[in-house]
């Protein structure tokens, strides 16, 4: 058993192919994020990678991605960012989140999904960071695209 804060997240099923929320299928359930022997939640950075794109990011991207570090879903799943919220809970404008995630997913930072709603699906590069089991990590990261830096 994995041990951790749980939170209640909402599950929507969603059609592979329009990307459209599936009607009737919706689950409440607790969502658990990994727990550091001491008992507080972690992610693992990768310095080699991080040294590698450090440099190559604006300060504002930087702040997104630190921001995004910190709520990430186990195994780095894909979530889905509201950059309304976003903006509001870090002081920003929505437009400064929009250009941060572009520079993030040019430079392979945040692999972008499929449109779902008003917003994308994100997920970090596993080649720069993991939450949750190493053990999923190898495969992800083996299909993971390579960090861009100069």
């Not at 300060?59 to 570090?69: D, M, S, T």
């Not at 780095?76 to 989140?97: D, P, Y």
């Not at 520079?103 to 720069?128: A, D, F, S």
């Amino acid at each position: 058993m994995i041990r951790g804060t749980y939170r209640k997240i909402r599950m929507v099923a969603f059609d592979t192919e329009t990307a459209e929320p599936v009607e009737g299928i919706h689950l409440d359930c607790k969502q658990v994020s990994p727990k550091h022997y001491w008992g507080e939640p972690f992610v693992t950075v990768f310095q080699d990678s991080g040294r590698k794109i450090a440099p190559e990011l604006s300060g504002v991207a930087a702040r997104v991605l630190l921001f995004l570090l910190m709520t990430l879903g186990i195994d780095n799943e894909w979530i889905l960012l509201n950059q309304r919220e976003i903006a509001e809970e870090m002081k920003m404008h929505r437009s400064q989140i929009s250009q941060a995630l572009a520079e993030l997913t040019e430079k392979k930072v945040l692999i972008k999904g499929m449109k779902v709603g008003n917003g994308y699906g994100y997920m970090l590069n596993p080649r720069l960071g993991w939450k949750g089991d190493f053990r999923k990590r190898a495969a992800a990261k083996h299909t993971a695209p390579i960090l861009v830096a100069a």
